[in-house]
């Protein structure tokens, strides 16, 4: 039977780890963060936003809510973003994604510093990454790192095939991997033979936002699948892009939807708002 990484478990692990370090830095005077800002009131947006401010409040680390009315202008929020950068007991800084459709993503990213930029978009946190320079990593793809370093299974030399290219997971994600030494192939909307691409694969992490498109099929026996996927199907059951009850049987292991993936996000969010003060 193939092993469940356990998500919940693994993140859970990784803040106690957070709360340990944050008391040790909090003696030496070393006080974290984090600026929360959310324009409007999206409702899967106030979920993340409040399990971000949990999640601080569990570790230690002081959170600042900037809770602003859809109303607001792109240049009142490049002004906050700004004051932000500015405030020298600030150490990082959260814009909620998606912002309403008047404000330019790309420029809001932009304008925050580099240097406290803990959701790692930054296209200086990009390059980064990529040159192997010290910088915030995005968190969903270092979750995943982290999934797999702690159910022990390898990287180094293993084939990984990365199913979508976005530029919160896809990109970054094969950027990981080749760090850790894996060979890496990007696979996307427009690839030919997807199928036996994917069957290559001794590590398959499927982010594609196409409900249970990963099935059996797709998969090498005793491949590692790693489901980055989050929809509601006909029957509001939580699922993922991988059909979890065809793909399981042949696999050594693979992340669940719920409680694969998903609570990484946010462990390793908290683990670059320590990292401001290590």
């Known amino acids: 039977m193939a092993q469940r990484i356990d998500g919940k478990l693994i993140s859970q692990q990784i803040k106690d780890e957070l709360k340990e370090e944050v008391k040790r830095l909090e003696a030496q005077g070393r006080h974290a963060c984090l600026a929360v800002v959310q324009v409007g009131d999206d409702p899967a947006s106030t979920v993340y936003v409040r399990n971000k401010k949990k999640a601080c409040a569990y570790i230690g680390i002081e959170s600042r809510a ?122 996307h909307s427009r690839t030919k033979n997807l199928k036996e691409i994917a069957k290559r694969a001794d590590i398959l992490i499927v982010a594609v936002g196409k409900e249970r498109l990963i099935t059996a099929d797709y998969v090498k026996e005793g491949a590692v699948v790693i489901d980055v996927g989050m929809h509601r199907d006909a029957d509001n059951h939580l699922c993922g892009d991988v059909d979890f009850d065809s793909v399981e049987p042949a696999v050594s292991a693979i992340t669940p939807v719920p409680g694969g993936v998903g609570p990484m996000t946010i462990a390793m969010l908290m683990n670059n708002c320590v990292e401001t003060i290590r």
Request: negative net charge.
């Open 66 to 187: 900037y809770e602003l009315p859809e109303s607001t202008t792109e240049e009142e929020l490049v002004k906050l973003v700004e004051d932000l950068n500015a405030d020298v007991s600030v150490n990082g800084i959260l814009v909620q994604l998606p912002l309403p459709e008047h404000i330019d993503e790309d420029r809001i990213i932009r304008t925050i510093s580099p240097d406290k930029d803990v959701d790692g978009f930054h296209p200086v946190s990009v390059g980064r990454l990529w040159i192997g320079e010290k910088g915030f990593l995005s968190c969903t793809p270092a979750g995943i790192i982290q999934l797999l370093k702690r159910s022990e299974i390898s990287i180094e030399g293993k084939e990984c095939v990365i199913i979508g290219r976005s530029n919160i997971v896809g990109k970054p994600m094969a950027a990981l991997m080749l760090r850790e030494n894996a060979t890496v192939t990007v696979a």
